[in-house]
């Protein structure tokens, strides 16, 4: 068996990810603007505005830059980061964080095999990636400061709000 046939099926998850950055390095870039980027951040400050919550939410591209980030009043300490990591990992896995959890717990897959550092592994709802109505990964958002299930709600309405999707 060679190294490639050895990856391809032990390693299932990297290669993908290795096929989707791929993509963007042979001149199909594909990522959130700024304005994108806003329209999502405004549908989430609306959606916890009308359920009198506060959250900090940051977005970032596909190559997890932060693209934008809005730390409401009110929030707990260190959200702003929790949130940046969620959206990191939704971007770089283009799953949800909770589905990226509970795959690592059944045993599918490892964080190295994602390429995750373990001790950057989130384990939480609330990270969510975003996808172009053609199914192309752009980027992910993070919202932190709630019960991680309406951390996950958040996001996932902010997202098909402005017009994007949460899965290709």
């Known amino acids: 068996m060679s190294i490639v046939d050895h990856w391809i099926e032990y390693y299932p998850a990297i290669i993908q990810t290795i096929l989707q950055h791929t993509e963007a390095q042979m001149g199909q870039i594909f990522s959130l603007t700024s304005t994108e980027a806003e329209k999502i951040i405004a549908a ?3 959606t916890l505005e009308s359920q009198l919550d506060v959250a900090s939410i940051v977005l970032v591209n596909r190559d997890e830059t932060e693209i934008a980030k809005t730390v409401m009043d009110g929030v707990k300490p260190l959200t702003a980061r929790i949130a940046f ?9 283009g799953k949800p964080t909770d ?18 550092n373990p001790e950057e592994l989130v384990p939480w709802a609330g990270g969510v990636p975003i996808y172009d109505q053609e199914g192309h990964l752009l ?30």
């Open 44 to 46: 989430a400050i609306g």
């Open 139 to 168: 980027g992910g958002i993070g919202v932190s400061n709630l019960a991680q299930e309406k951390d996950k709600d958040v996001a996932e309405n902010a997202v098909v709000k402005a017009g994007f999707k949460v899965c290709p």
């Open 85 to 93: 990591m969620k959206a990191r990992q939704a971007a770089w896995t």
């Open 99 to 116: 589905q990226t959890r509970n795959d690592i717990a059944a045993g599918k897959f490892t964080a190295i095999s994602l390429g995750i």
